[in-house]
């Protein structure tokens, strides 16, 4: 995973436009109100949010006691969620990513995980580590998005074309890559990390695969 193109992805204007930009977009909208009832559902006291970015979610955290555990690659992202929590003491925003931050020191305080737009900028096998690394945390419940193939055979068929199409635009140009990942395999790695899904919501359908929010809950043993 190449962080550097990320980081200049969302630096300067990016960032200051990030949410402009999205916010009226139709996947802005879905994701905003799957996860209106997730966290509904979840009802945390406590959450860690990585990759925070701008602080989108801020709205829903104002009613939670705390702590709000905001990481993010981008400085620059963070200092735009800066400007929205103000002096809130609830609030530690650490410039992080999800490979290296000590997750550890927050073992035992955090109920809940968010992490939506993260596992489509990595390999499957990057995807995998982040799961497992925010399954350390130890939190009751996960909120996370995924982009996966799903369908019939062909339409895997033709997404796997797509998505191969895609990324030879995407390394021509420079960019940072789009993943879709096999949805039997994400399920497997939650369930592996000790999660079931009790909640997903379909966010986007596109020729490249469809993205889901999951609400994950710590399996009974």
Not at 45 to 71: H, M, Q
Request: charge should be positive; glycine fraction near 6%.
């Amino acid at each position: 995973m190449a962080f550097e193109v990320l980081q200049r992805r969302y630096t300067g204007d990016s960032a200051s436009g990030y949410e402009d930009s999205r916010r009226d977009s139709r996947r802005w909208k879905a994701e905003n109100d799957a996860f209106s009832k997730m966290i509904r559902e979840v009802a945390p006291n406590s959450v860690l949010d990585c990759p925070f970015g701008t602080g989108r979610w801020v709205d829903w955290y104002k009613e939670l006691p705390g702590p709000i555990v905001a990481i993010d690659l981008s400085s620059d992202m963070l200092e735009q969620a800066r400007r929205k929590t103000g002096g809130d003491a609830r609030y530690r925003l650490v410039v992080g990513d999800i490979f290296t931050y000590d997750f550890a020191q927050h073992r035992d305080e955090i109920d809940l995980v968010v992490c939506v737009r993260f596992l489509n900028w990595v390999r499957w096998r990057d995807a995998k580590r982040a799961i497992e690394r925010l399954s350390g945390i130890n939190s009751t419940h996960l909120i996370v998005g995924a982009t996966v193939f799903d369908g019939t055979l062909w339409t895997r068929m033709r997404q796997r074309a797509n998505v191969w199409y895609r990324s030879i635009k995407a390394k021509l140009s420079g960019r940072a890559m789009n993943h879709v990942h096999d949805r039997s395999a994400l399920i497997r790695a939650f369930e592996e990390h000790g999660w079931q899904v009790i909640s997903q919501q379909r966010t986007f359908e596109r020729s490249f695969g469809v993205n889901d929010l999951y609400c994950l809950q710590r399996a009974r043993r």
